[in-house]
């Protein structure tokens, strides 16, 4: 419990927490700190997962919230989104509790940096032109399929989601990566509030520890949030393309040597 924790090992979890929360809104990932972080402590994989879902639910809907007033993500355009992901995380989050996730630790290094790849080497729409796709039956089923791959992802993993939905966003409908992150974020809450249920419901939660680092990610998040919207793809493209490198660097070190 949270009482046994040393306070500085708190202090540096929130500072941990608060990094996490605006890299997450400015271009996803956050997760990728966290989850280690929380794995550090002793807490089983299961009990991390489920802790860190708590906590990264502040920083999504924080984010999520912020890019909503400012215009950035339309609810209703994108309903068929929150289904999908809806769905996929219930499903996620079940199987998490019976399959084994090595196979994932071997395979996301590479996705991360197929991801970071496909970013760099993505052309950026011109000035500042954003707008939305068609909507047609190709979109929607643009839209399921992306929802429920991505929404099972989170609810089986989930560092890195935020990033993988940017640039998947990116890729399918042609947003502009401000767009794009808008629509991550929105999705990622989604994915995020869905999990946690499904977690709490299975007992796979430290509340007091999730709490704790939730409001630090929080203040992260509103603060990376603000960031992007204000400086726009010329500050989030470079901060998404380094971490997500470092990031994949660093899980391909855990799971390969």
Not at 117 to 145: A, F, N, S
Not at 172 to 181: E, G, P, V
């Amino acid at each position: 419990m949270i009482e046994m924790i040393e306070p500085t090992t708190l202090i540096i979890l929130g500072l941990v927490a608060f990094l996490a929360g605006f890299i997450d809104a400015v271009a996803g990932g956050g997760g990728m700190l966290t989850v280690p972080a929380l794995l550090s402590l002793g807490l089983p994989p299961h009990i991390a997962l489920g802790t860190n879902k708590l906590a990264a639910t502040f920083a999504s809907s924080t984010a999520a919230w912020t890019y909503y007033r400012k215009q950035l993500f339309s609810p209703h355009f994108w309903q068929l989104s929150f289904i999908a992901t809806l769905v996929g995380a219930i499903g996620g989050t079940l199987i998490v509790d019976i399959i084994s996730t090595e196979w994932l630790e071997k395979a996301l290094p590479l996705i991360i940096l197929a991801a970071a790849g496909y970013t760099i080497w993505h052309p950026q729409p011109k000035g500042e032109q954003r707008q939305l796709p068609t909507d047609d039956q190709k979109l929607k089923k643009k839209q399921w399929l992306q929802g429920g791959i991505l929404g099972f992802y989170d609810g089986v993993a989930g560092p890195g989601t935020g990033a993988f939905w940017t640039v998947s966003s990116m890729a399918l409908y042609r947003l502009d990566i401000l767009l794009a992150s808008g629509l991550a974020k929105a999705m990622n809450f989604t994915s995020n509030i869905t999990s946690l249920i499904t977690f709490a419901i299975l007992g796979h939660i430290n509340v007091a520890l999730g709490l704790t680092m939730g409001v630090c990610l929080m203040m992260g998040a509103y603060i990376g949030a603000h960031s992007a919207i204000r400086f726009g793809a010329k500050f989030i493209r470079p901060v998404f393309v380094t971490v997500v490198v470092i990031l994949a660097g660093k899980l391909a070190w855990q799971a390969w040597f």
